[in-house]
């Protein structure tokens, strides 16, 4: 239980062009989505939170018009780098908490990860 | 300002031989303290949370612990599977994780 899946798992694409990383809830509804980005030997950086049905919050620092996040439903939320560039190049992750899980509350469980590569 | 420090940065152990990580933690009203274990290119994957202080929580060969200033994770008998980093986090009020730095652990044969 309490599976997040992540879609593509890696992205290669050119400088200027954009990219949807699409993130979901397989066995449960999540109430709140996580998007993440861990740069190599580093740890994971909080990008923004999103609830269905809401706009999502982002962190300081963060392009909200660069970083498009849609949460549509209870099962899916998308990630959409504009004009990517190489400096975006990433491992970005995706966290989903809510609902009936086998976990303690508040548990977020992670996707698998998307590797974006920008030329 | 939540902060999160994980020491050591990297462990090197043998087959067998037991270790402990540390999780040190500032953070305004504690509401969970989470450990997760991340693989090479891939997401973490939950492993414990702990509410308060004197809580233990065990699977397998891991057991975490938690005080009101710190977190152990302790690694009894460690196989080369357990080999990953083990990240530790805070939530306080609100939806919000801080992840500390994290561990590698590397356990050789």
């Known amino acids: 239980g309490a599976v997040v899946s992540q879609h593509p798992s890696r992205v290669i694409c050119k400088s200027g062009t954009s990219v949807k990383i699409e993130c979901r809830s397989l066995d449960f509804q999540a109430t709140t989505m996580f998007w993440y980005r861990q740069f190599p030997k580093q740890s994971l950086m909080l990008m923004a939170t999103s609830n269905e049905g809401s706009k999502a919050t982002y962190e300081q620092g963060v392009e909200k018009d660069k970083f498009l996040i849609n949460h549509a439903s209870l099962t899916l939320s998308t990630l959409t780098v504009t004009s990517a560039h190489p400096e975006d190049s990433s491992f970005y992750i995706c966290s989903a908490r809510g609902g009936e899980t086998p976990g303690p509350a508040d548990t977020q469980y992670f996707g698998p990860g998307t590797r974006l590569t920008v030329l | ?109």
Do not use: M
Request: proline content about 6%; aromatic content about 10%; hydrophobic content about 30%.
């Open chain 2, 1 to 109: 300002e939540d902060q999160v420090t994980q020491s050591p940065e990297a462990l090197r152990l043998q087959e067998g031989e037991s270790s402990s990580l540390n999780c040190s933690y500032t953070v305004s009203g504690l509401r969970g303290l989470f450990w997760y274990r991340q693989d090479p290119g891939k997401g973490p994957e939950f492993l414990f949370t702990l509410y308060s202080a004197g809580e233990e929580k065990e699977k397998e060969r891991l057991k975490a612990t938690l005080t009101k200033k710190e977190s152990f994770l302790h690694i009894t008998a460690p196989k080369p599977e357990d080999s990953a980093t083990y990240l530790c986090a805070v939530q306080a009020a609100g939806n919000k994780l801080t992840f500390g730095g994290g561990t590698r652990v590397l356990v050789k044969p």
